[in-house]
């Protein structure tokens, strides 16, 4: 079975302060995906990668960042958290082609910046 | 543009009962069809998709959707509801104009009613 581990379950954070978000997979996957998900809007993309060292915007980049030095992992950075970050934030992985292929989605990470 | 939707925010069903969660879709090109499920403080997981071929698509869990060109739909739907089936279902869809990401729905809650 595939798995995505995420970092934390829960995580509070204080505004100004720069967040880390992990996220692994174990299945040796090229594609990696960060989505957050909020009440009313369903999920939203921020950053994806298809290979190492490649990071590519989603629809709402802005306020962070990513970082993919092994295949297996990507990190979604938050520079200088703000409230209107607090928010579901989940991983996700896929092999080959983005277009078709099932994307393995992480537990999630439930982020309150106060 | 692009685009899937839900209309429906929420359906309840009875136990027992069959369950449709509605989804339609406005691409160019073939479409790619998605749906995923996410139960209770539970990452998504991958329910079953359409790329080509029949129009009766399998899944998991019992799940079967209905690939309609026509009508441009692509409906979820279970014969008989278990109320461990209650959970947000997400509908998703290819775009190709946007380097073939995937984009989600806003999500569709199902209550089935003991």
């Known amino acids: 079975d595939v798995k995505v581990t995420q970092s934390s379950r829960y995580l509070v954070k204080r505004t100004g302060e720069k967040v880390f978000l992990e996220c692994v997979q174990d299945m040796d996957h090229e594609n990696m995906f960060w989505y957050r998900q909020d009440p009313g809007l369903g999920l939203r993309l921020i950053y994806f990668s298809y290979d190492v060292k490649m990071k590519e915007k989603g629809d709402i980049p802005e306020g962070y960042s990513v970082s993919r030095e092994k295949k297996e992992r990507f990190s979604l950075i938050l520079e200088s958290a703000s409230t209107n970050q607090t928010s579901m934030y989940l991983c996700a992985s896929s092999a080959g082609e983005p277009s078709t292929d099932t994307q393995y989605f992480g537990p999630g990470t439930r982020l309150t910046v106060l | 543009a692009q685009s899937v939707a839900q209309p429906e925010d929420q359906v309840n069903v009875a136990e027992g009962n069959p369950l449709t969660v509605k989804c339609t879709y406005s691409?160019?090109?073939?479409?790619?069809l998605f749906w995923y499920v996410q139960y209770p403080n539970r990452g998504l997981q991958f329910l079953l998709k359409y790329i080509t071929g029949d129009n009766l698509v399998k899944g998991s869990y019992g799940f079967e959707a209905e690939f309609n060109k026509s009508q441009t739909s692509f409906h979820l739907k279970k014969p008989s509801a278990l109320v461990s089936d209650s959970a947000l279902y997400f509908c998703a869809v290819r775009d190709m104009n946007r380097d073939d990401k995937i984009i989600f729905g806003k999500g569709t809650r199902l209550h089935i009613l003991p």
């Open positions: 691409v160019s090109g073939n479409p790619y």
